[in-house]
């Protein structure tokens, strides 16, 4: 089984940073990509940012020129950098993985969610 698990997560004033951290661990075959959602009180799941194994980076306009999603030379942790933090950005931050555990088995994975609270 694959496991993520985030690390970083608190109370940030707003235009203050936070980063993000997410581990993957279990048994893995290969990561294809990995990436952040998040997902606030009565709202639905948005993404956030994805890096794949190539480096191809996506962000949602929202984090566009705020955040920077990176990753280790292995793309086992993946970052997430938060800088300009707005209330807005409040919300439960969810790592995900698409992974194979096998060179024939692949899933999506899902941490347990780290909270970033940003007060102004």
């Known amino acids: 089984q694959v496991h993520l698990v985030e690390s970083g997560g608190g109370l940030v004033q707003a235009g203050g940073s936070l980063s993000l951290s997410c581990s993957a661990s279990g048994t893995i075959f290969r990561i294809i990509s990995m990436g952040w959602y998040r997902q606030a009180p009565g709202k639905q799941r948005e993404l956030v940012a994805t890096?794949?194994?190539?480096?191809?980076?996506n962000y949602a306009d929202s984090v566009k020129d705020r955040f920077i999603i990176s990753r280790d030379n292995g793309m086992n942790t993946v970052y997430l950098q938060m800088n300009g933090l707005k209330a807005e950005d409040t919300s439960v931050y969810y790592c995900?993985?698409?992974?194979?555990?096998?060179?024939?088995?692949?899933?999506?994975?899902w941490g347990q969610g780290t909270q970033v609270t940003v007060s102004s």
């Open positions: 995900n993985g698409y992974i194979y555990s096998s060179h024939v088995s692949w899933g999506e994975y």
């Open positions: 890096i794949n194994a190539g480096g191809g980076i």
